[in-house]
């Protein structure tokens, strides 16, 4: 579990380093992203990394790590939007969108850390194919339930599932061996 820990951190520390170069870039004007505009952003690189497995052509050159690292930074920006809300104009400072990215981050981390000791680990032995469709499940299910208005009847809501998609994006990278090139 300790290599998990370590793995999981080395990929969040690069995640975070990239979130951070964009927001000097860009600011942080995902703040006025609808949660379905989030979701479908997520669906479109869970999509990409999909036809990269299936397809025996790329047309592009970026690989599926990029399209990992987008599905857990989206992520945690959905997360930071469901708490907030959506903004009509950027207004968060780097330092505060940063500590609200820990924040959301160390939820996550100690929500995998629970599962992974009652699962054993389990994902170590999956394929990397197998948590693209995971987190392509868990897309529709919160296409679902943004359809339903947020409400559920029996289900977890949308944050586990945002939770679950930066989750098994981090286990994919440890399993494509990305955190050995950081």
């Not at 592009?60 to 997360?79: H, K, P, Q």
Request: charged share 25%.
């Amino acid at each position: 579990m300790t290599s998990t820990s370590a793995e999981y951190d080395a990929i969040i520390a690069f995640c975070r380093s990239l979130f951070l170069s964009k927001m000097h870039d860009y600011g942080c004007a995902w703040r006025i992203l609808r949660l379905p505009s989030l979701t479908d952003q997520i669906y479109i690189k869970a999509q990409r990394i999909r036809g990269l497995q299936e397809n025996e052509v790329q047309k592009v050159a970026e690989d599926a790590t990029s399209e990992f690292i987008g599905i857990i930074n989206y992520s945690v920006m959905a997360l930071i939007q469901l708490d907030l809300g959506i903004a009509s104009q950027p207004d968060l400072s780097a330092d505060k969108a940063i500590a609200l990215y820990d924040e959301k981050i160390a939820l996550t981390k100690d929500l995998m850390l629970a599962k992974n000791h009652d699962y054993g680990e389990a994902w170590r032995d999956m394929r990397v194919s197998s948590l693209t469709d995971l987190i392509l499940q868990k897309l529709l299910r919160v296409k679902q339930i943004e359809d339903n208005k947020g409400k559920t009847l029996v289900s977890e809501g949308i944050d586990a599932n945002y939770q679950d998609m930066i989750n098994y994006a981090v286990f994919s990278l440890i399993l494509m061996k990305f955190n050995q090139d950081i």
